[in-house]
């Protein structure tokens, strides 16, 4: 079983920072891909962004440049960079380890970015 705990999350004024982090039990986390996704108000769980095991990067095209994602082999930790944050990127952040058949998810860390 894998265990992923975010945390990070928080109010942030428009034009800030935040990073999250995720820590993730278990022996998965080597070998999983790991990613980023969030959920606004009304709308659908979307993608943010993934680093594979071999360390490659993918990102929406709503977040390309200004976030960052990044993991920590020897924490069991990934990361996620966010600058300059715009309200739109309100949302709660969800964790995800993904290797075969295997996907898990963590319970979310909000980030609400408001003046």
């Known amino acids: 079983q894998v265990q992923l705990v975010e945390s990070g999350g928080g109010l942030v004024q428009p034009g800030g920072s935040l990073r999250l982090s995720c820590a993730a039990s278990?022996?998965?986390?080597?070998?999983?891909?790991m990613g980023w996704y969030r959920q606004a108000p009304g709308k659908q769980r979307e993608f943010v962004a993934v680093?594979?095991?071999?360390?490659?990067?993918n990102y929406a095209d709503s977040v390309k440049g200004p976030f960052t994602i990044s993991r920590d082999n020897a924490k069991n930790t990934v990361y996620l960079q966010m600058t300059s944050l715009k309200p739109e990127d309100t949302a709660v952040y969800y964790c995800?380890?993904?290797?075969?058949?295997?996907?898990?998810w963590g319970q979310g860390t909000q980030v609400t970015v408001s003046s």
């Open positions: 680093m594979t095991s071999d360390g490659i990067t």
């Open positions: 278990g022996t998965i986390f080597t070998i999983a891909h």
């Open positions: 995800n380890a993904r290797h075969g058949n295997q996907n898990y």
